[in-house]
Structure formats: structure tokens, C-alpha cells
């Protein structure tokens, strides 16, 4: 029986290897969407799942909320318009109707328009005036009419001479524009021949270009260029940065018809409609998703650390732009990155952005910094009296506190001695501990000498700096002070010798003055002596 069932065994596993000796032992690359798909998700939350993650752990809060979920008093005041610009109004006081509609305290543009001019005009209310500066400095798209003075033989004479004012470009601003009439040079990056009216003189193009060209004196250049003279007839602009015509464009009698809706009726969708959350302008940037606890100490200034750091995105290099963002997909301010997508992923500790403008209001997210060990016991050390009220190092500092206190390179040369003495300090404590214990005499005599010894070379080193200071070698910081130090003298010495050759001048002066007078004097008697002796004859 037994040697039935074993010879069974080894037929089923002959089998099995010769089933298995046919398949290939390989992981076969597999295409599936992942649980959740963010590929339609709202402005900064689009592809989100698509981000590197640098950890997945943080503890939600519950501040802050969507950009398009916002309250609509808050909604408004982190808003942007797409504004369809219209003619003959200059763009300052289209964007004064726009504060006074709204009923907002503060509005910014994305760039003057000429008052004749139509067309694409972002407006930033309150919160998002701060991103102007940004938008200011994006690329512009116009599409311009203009007139030459005489007709042109060929349409490709046009084209080309269009082709030839691509590039860097020199320019000076008209005779009517408001700024002073310097030469500058603007970048026109692509332009196109969109029609030639050859009857009519009139030429159409689209024009791609740097922020602050002026379209009107490129029409004086294309007409120079043809030989025949020209001028801007019509300018429209299709795309300021981000935004062009075809996104979300609105008009002034949208925007006033969106707040008659909402006074009247309390009707909110046209008015959130019309109006668009500022993270619309931010799309465009790379992104890095911070932890809820790390929020407010951004809104305060703070850098962005790598424990702060939850997502990040791909191809980031050292000092490029970038936006800080929340987990709900607001945005927290623009950065400047410290750190590449490379280091971010490997490195656990430093700086991964510092901040260039913050958006977000202080206090929308709680405090969280403040509440570690090392934070905690500085509160109570201060608490105590040990530490001054900004947390620096006194005489009654702790010497555990001033061996972790990292000092800066040729810092202050108090707390430098303060930290030295700790040292010396906390042995004499040890020694007078020991001998109250009834400890051996020679442990504390041990412990004196090693006091004497740490004693002589922090006299070496002192001696060792001075050298090096003296020979040009020591810390920047040192030298600086030193430079500081003799040109403070060298004006002090100018300062007496100033004073003393003042006040010797005065002496002189006083002298010459008493003197006349004394002469004067003298004369004065002398001429009523010969008038009596006159008088007296």
C-alpha cells in the first residue's frame, strides 16, 4: 500500500514541474486606475494621486475648507475676474467700478490696458492683490489691426517683415504713453500674419510677447520695415499669463448683474459664476502639499521644513517658483525651492522652500509650533529666569542648555564664555557634590586639575584666534567686527580733532574780538581827553 501511495506522489509532482517547466517566472507589467481618480478633481487638487509622496501620516484639522466651498464674504475675498475690458475707460478705473460694485476694500490688475484698448484684464480682489505682481510679469497675447500708409506689393513682403520683429526687440514707449520715453528692450515671442487687406492698407496679427512691449510703436517698426509707414489701428489682448478669452472671460454688466442677483434675491451662483478662486492663477506652478499643522507657521513666515513636507511633484530644481498648498487645495503662498524632487525624497531633515509671498490670512489654521521638548522646556527656563525674555543665555543659564545651544561661527563672545564656564562651572559643582558625600579627596583633586587644564586651552585658543585674526585667517563675522571696530576709532579720532581745532578757532575769535574792544575803547577816551582839552582852551 505504501509504496502505491508514493509512487502516486511522484507522478502528480512530475506533473506539476512539467506544467510549471512551460511558464515564464515574471511579473508582467499590469495597467490599472488607482483607487481613487483625481484626474478631475478641482484647480490645485487636479492629479493628485500623481504627486510623490513623502509620507502619508498627518493629523487633519478642522480649519480651512475647498476654494470653491468657501463662505461667499471669503469667497469673494481670495476672488479673481477674468474681465473683458471695454473701450474708451482706462484700466485703474475699470478696476475702482469693480471695488465699489463689489464693495471690496482693495483691487489690483494684471497690467494696464490703454483706455481705446479691449480685452483680457485680471482683477485681484483683497486677498489675491497679492499675486499682481506675479501676473504683472507673465507673457501677454494681442491680436492688433494696423494701418500702413501706402500699399504693399506683396502679402509676403508683410509676413516676413513680421518675422524679422520676433526676438529681442528695441522699443521706446509713444509720444502719448505715460511713462518716461526710455530705450528698452522687449522679447516677441511668436507672432503670425492673420489677414492683409491690400484695398484698405490694413494688416491683422497675432502677436506673443513679453509683459511692458508696446504694440503700437511695433506697428511704427512694421511700417519702417515695408518702407511705407504705419500705425496701430485696434488692439485687443486674447491672454494675460494663465487666463485667456476662452476661460471663464466676464463682463462689467456680469459682474454688476451678479451682485443685483445676490442684494436682491440672495441668489450666491452668479456671483460665484463670475468670480474665480485665486488658486486659478497658480496652476501653472509646481506644487508642494503641506501637513495642516505646519500651515500657520508658513502664514507667519516660516520656511517649509521636511517634516512638514506631505506631496511633492516631479522635476523640481533648486530656486524655482513653486506653490505651497493645503491638503483641501488652498494656497498657502509662493516659494522658492531649496531642495530638488531628488533630495526631497532621500533627505530627512532641512529646508525644502523658503516662502516669497505669503496668500493665505494668519490664523485661518492653528497654532501648532511651540509644543515640542526642546520648545517647552525654553518656555519654562524663561519662565524661570534662566533664560532671558527672548530666550538668549544669562549667568544663571543652565550648562546642559549651553552645550546643546548651537552657537553662531565668531557669534556673540558672551554666550561663547557664558558655554565655556559651564563647563568649568558644572566640575567645581561635581567636586563639592563628591566631598559631601564623603568621596576619595583625589576625585576632586582630579576633577580641579582637569578644571586648570580646560582652563590653559581656553587661553591657547584665545591666543590661537587672536593669530589668526591678525593674519587675516579667523571667522568673516570676526573680521567684520575688527573692521567695524578700527574705522569707529579712526572717526572718533577725526571727531576730537575736529572739535579741538573748532574750539581753538573760537578761542582765537573770542581773543580778536576782546582785543578790538579794548582799542575802541582806548580811542574813545583819548578822543574826549582832546575834547575837553579843547573845551578848556
Excluded at 478631475?40 to 487636479?46: F, G
Excluded at 489677414?195 to 510677447?209: P, T
Aim: charged share 35%.
Amino acid at each position: 500500500l505504501h509504496s502505491g501511495e508514493k509512487s502516486k506522489k511522484k507522478k502528480s509532482k512530475s506533473k506539476e514541474d512539467e506544467e510549471n517547466g512551460d511558464v515564464d517566472f515574471m511579473i508582467k507589467p499590469q495597467s490599472f486606475t488607482p483607487a481613487i481618480d483625481t484626474s478631475k478633481w478641482p484647480i490645485l487638487l487636479k492629479n493628485y494621486e500623481k504627486l510623490n509622496v513623502r509620507t502619508g501620516h498627518y493629523t487633519p484639522l478642522p480649519a480651512g475648507c475647498s476654494p470653491l466651498k468657501r463662505p461667499l464674504a471669503e469667497y469673494i475675498k481670495y476672488g479673481i475676474l477674468n474681465l473683458d475690458k471695454p473701450a474708451n475707460p482706462s484700466s485703474h478705473e475699470v478696476v475702482a467700478w469693480i471695488k465699489r460694485i463689489l464693495r471690496v476694500e482693495k483691487t489690483g490688475h494684471s497690467g494696464t490696458l490703454d483706455p481705446k484698448v479691449t480685452g483680457n484684464l485680471i482683477v485681484c480682489i483683497d486677498r489675491a492683490t497679492r499675486l499682481v505682481k506675479s501676473q504683472q510679469g507673465a507673457g501677454k497675447e494681442y491680436v492688433c489691426v494696423a494701418r500702413l500708409h501706402s500699399k504693399v506689393a506683396e502679402v509676403s513682403k508683410v509676413g516676413r517683415a513680421l518675422e524679422t520683429l520676433t526676438g529681442a526687440v528695441f522699443q521706446r514707449p509713444p509720444l502719448i504713453s505715460a511713462v518716461k520715453r526710455q530705450l528698452r528692450v522687449r522679447t516677441i515671442y511668436e507672432s503670425k500674419l492673420l489677414e492683409y487687406d491690400a484695398d484698405r492698407h490694413l494688416v491683422v496679427f497675432w502677436i506673443s510677447c513679453e509683459a511692458g512691449t508696446y504694440v503700437r510703436t511695433l506697428c511704427v517698426h512694421l511700417g519702417l520695415l515695408l518702407g511705407v509707414g504705419g500705425h496701430m489701428q485696434e488692439l485687443r489682448r486674447v491672454r494675460s499669463g494663465i487666463l485667456g478669452e476662452k476661460d471663464n472671460m466676464v463682463t462689467m454688466h456680469d459682474v454688476m448683474d451678479g451682485q443685483w442677483v445676490y442684494d436682491n434675491y440672495r441668489d450666491e451662483s452668479y456671483l460665484r459664476r463670475v468670480i474665480m478662486p485665486l488658486e486659478v492663477l497658480l496652476t501653472s506652478y509646481k506644487r508642494l502639499v503641506v501637513k495642516d499643522s505646519a500651515v500657520n507657521a508658513i502664514c507667519y513666515g516660516a520656511k517649509l521644513m521636511i517634516p512638514g513636507l506631505l506631496r511633492y511633484e516631479n522635476d523640481i530644481d533648486v530656486g524655482e517658483e513653486v506653490v505651497l498648498m493645503t491638503t483641501k487645495g488652498e494656497a498657502i503662498a509662493l516659494g522658492i525651492a531649496e531642495m530638488t524632487t531628488a533630495v526631497m525624497a532621500t533627505c530627512d531633515h532641512g529646508t525644502v522652500a523658503k516662502i516669497k509671498r505669503v496668500v493665505m490670512d494668519r490664523d485661518t489654521y492653528p497654532r501648532k509650533w511651540g509644543l515640542g521638548p526642546k520648545a517647552s522646556m525654553k518656555k519654562k527656563l524663561i519662565a524661570e529666569g534662566k533664560l532671558t525674555k527672548h530666550g538668549k543665555p544669562n549667568e544663571s543659564t543652565p550648562a546642559e542648555w549651553l552645550r546643546n545651544v548651537v552657537l553662531p561661527a565668531g557669534g556673540d563672545s558672551v554666550v561663547a564664555s557664558l558655554a565655556a564656564a559651564g563647563g568649568t562651572n558644572g566640575g567645581g559643582a561635581n567636586a563639592e557634590g563628591a566631598n559631601a558625600e564623603g568621596a576619595n579627596p583625589e576625585g576632586a583633586n582630579a576633577e580641579g586639575a582637569n578644571a586648570e587644564e580646560e582652563d590653559g586651552a581656553e587661553e591657547k585658543k584665545k591666543k590661537k584666534k587672536k593669530r589668526k585674526a591678525e593674519e587675516g585667517g579667523g571667522s568673516p563675522v570676526a573680521l567684520k567686527k575688527s573692521k567695524v571696530e578700527k574705522e569707529e576709532k579712526e572717526e572718533k579720532k577725526k571727531k576730537s580733532k575736529k572739535k579741538e581745532v573748532e574750539a581753538e578757532a573760537e578761542e582765537s575769535e573770542k581773543k580778536n574780538k576782546e582785543s578790538s574792544s579794548i582799542e575802541k575803547k582806548k580811542k574813545e577816551k583819548k578822543e574826549k581827553k582832546k575834547k575837553k582839552s579843547k573845551e578848556e582852551e
